[in-house]
C-alpha cells in the first residue's frame, strides 16, 4: 500500500470522474484521459461495418505506460476499432490483447454477426472456443500476473476490459453437482419432516 500513496502523492489524485452512457466512448475516456467529445467518440459505439476507430494522435494511458517501462496487457472486450491494425490495441500501447476487437460477442461461441472473434494478439484463437469467456479472461489474467511475478520487469498493469455487464447476456450455469449440493441443502433447511 505504501507505493500506491507514493504513487497518488506524485500524481494527479482523481476524485470524480464521468462515465458515458455507452461502452465505446467509456473505453477511450478511460485510456486517454479525454472527453469523448474530444476524441471523436462522443456520437456512441463503434459498429462492426464502420471503418472508424480510436484516433491515433491521442497517446494511451498504455501507451505512456509502456513508455514509462512498464509491460502492458489487456484482457477482454477492445471495441475501439479494428478496421485498421493501427487502431489494434497491440498498436495502442498494449503487449499483450487476449479477447475480442468487437462490441459485443456470444459468451459461448464468441460469434458476433456469423464472424468468431476470439483472439491473442492479431492471432485468432479456436482452443477456447465454447468456454465461458468471463472465465477466460479470469484466467487469462491470473496466467499473465502470474508469469510476471517470476520476471523481473516493472510492476504490472493489467487492464480488465470485460464484457460481463454487456449484451448479450448469458450466465454461466453451476455444475450439476453444485445445483444438486444447493439443492439438498435448500430442502433440508425448508422441509418439515
Given at each position: 500500500m505504501?507505493n500506491l500513496h507514493k504513487l497518488?502523492?506524485?500524481g494527479i489524485?482523481l476524485?470524480?470522474?464521468?462515465?458515458?452512457p455507452?461502452?465505446?466512448?467509456?473505453r477511450?475516456?478511460?485510456?486517454t484521459?479525454?472527453?469523448?467529445?474530444?476524441?471523436?467518440l462522443?456520437?456512441?459505439v463503434?459498429?462492426?461495418?464502420v471503418?472508424?476507430?480510436?484516433?491515433?494522435q491521442?497517446?494511451?494511458?498504455a501507451?505512456?505506460?509502456?513508455n514509462?517501462g512498464?509491460a502492458?496487457?489487456?484482457?477482454?472486450?477492445?471495441?475501439?476499432g479494428?478496421c485498421n491494425?493501427?487502431?489494434l490495441?497491440t498498436n495502442?500501447?498494449?503487449d499483450?490483447?487476449?479477447?475480442?476487437?468487437?462490441g459485443?460477442q456470444g459468451?459461448?461461441?464468441?460469434i458476433?454477426?456469423?464472424?468468431?472473434?476470439?483472439?491473442s494478439?492479431l492471432n485468432?484463437?479456436q482452443?477456447?472456443?465454447q468456454?465461458?469467456s468471463s472465465?477466460?479472461y479470469?484466467?487469462q489474467?491470473?496466467?499473465?500476473?502470474?508469469?510476471?511475478r517470476k520476471?523481473k520487469?516493472?510492476a504490472l498493469?493489467v487492464l480488465c476490459?470485460?464484457?460481463?455487464t454487456?449484451t448479450p447476456?448469458?450466465?454461466?450455469?453451476?455444475p450439476?453437482?453444485v445445483f444438486?449440493?444447493?439443492?439438498?441443502?435448500?430442502?433440508?433447511?425448508?422441509?418439515r419432516?
Open positions: 505504501p497518488a502523492k506524485s489524485i476524485e470524480q470522474h464521468y462515465s458515458q455507452s461502452c465505446t466512448p467509456s477511450g475516456a478511460l485510456l484521459g479525454r472527453y469523448p467529445v474530444n476524441i471523436d462522443h456520437p456512441g463503434i459498429f462492426p461495418q471503418p472508424f476507430g480510436l484516433p491515433t491521442f497517446p494511451t494511458l501507451d505512456k505506460l509502456r514509462a512498464y502492458t496487457h489487456a484482457v477482454g472486450k477492445w471495441h475501439l479494428f491494425k493501427k487502431y490495441p495502442r500501447g498494449f499483450h490483447h487476449y479477447g475480442f476487437w468487437l459485443a459468451y459461448y461461441s464468441h458476433r454477426d456469423h464472424g468468431y472473434d476470439l483472439r494478439d485468432i484463437v482452443a477456447d472456443n468456454t465461458y472465465d477466460l479470469g484466467y489474467a491470473a496466467n499473465i500476473i502470474s508469469r510476471h520476471s520487469k516493472a498493469p476490459l470485460s464484457i460481463s454487456h447476456t448469458s450466465t454461466n450455469p453451476l450439476e453437482h444438486q449440493c444447493k439443492k439438498q441443502s435448500w430442502e433440508t433447511r425448508h422441509t419432516g
